[in-house]
Structures are given as C-alpha cells and as structure tokens.
Nanobody, 115 residues
C-alpha cells in the first residue's frame, strides 16, 4: 500500500513563503517523476511543478521564478519551496508520484495567501 503524506501548508500573508513536503511510503517499484498540483476553489486541477528522476524540472508559468521543486529520490520525498506568494496561489496542493505503471496522489494540503 503506497501512501503520500503532504505537510507544510497553512496561512501566510502575500509576499511570504511556505515549503511543502511530500513523503511516499510503501512499495513503489520505480519513480519516473514527482510533482505538485493544485486546485483552487471553483477551478480544475493544474500542475504547478514537476521534477523527473533525472532532475529535469518544469513549472507553470506563474510559478517560474517564485517556486522551486526538489526531490530526494532515495527518501521518496518531494518538496516545493514557494516564495513571494500571492493571493491567487490559494488552493489545495497535491503531490503526485509517477510510478512505472500508475500515478499516486496525496490527500492535499491547504495553502491560503491573504492580501
């Protein structure tokens, strides 16, 4: 049974920072990539950042220059450092781990940015 547990969400003022963490437990044969997604109220889920097992990263345009994704493959952990947060970053953030045969999802952590 694979579980992903996120932490680090919370309430922060605009311009502040948060660091999200996601640790995977259980048997994952191989990890191709890990990522962070978010869903704001009334919107669909969107990808914020993704990192491959080789270290290649890509970001949603609005996250470039503000967010940094990193991972520790040995620990099956992925991080998202979020700086210069804006009210429009308010959402539930989910981590995802892309295995060889399926993608695993965390339960989500709320990030609220006040103006």
């Amino acid at each position: 049974q694979v579980q992903l547990v996120e932490s680090g969400g919370g309430l922060v003022q605009a311009g502040g920072s948060l660091r999200l963490s996601c640790a995977a437990s259980g048997s994952i044969f191989s990890i191709n990539a890990m990522g962070w997604y978010r869903r704001a109220l009334g919107n669909g889920r969107e990808r914020v950042a993704r990192i491959t097992s080789g270290g290649d990263t890509n970001y949603k345009d609005s996250a470039k220059g503000r967010f940094t994704i990193s991972s520790d493959n040995a620990k099956k952990t992925v991080y998202l450092q979020m700086n210069s947060l804006k009210p429009e970053d308010t959402a539930v953030y989910y981590c995802a781990v892309e295995g060889s045969s399926r993608t695993y999802w965390g339960q989500g952590t709320q990030v609220t940015v006040s103006s």
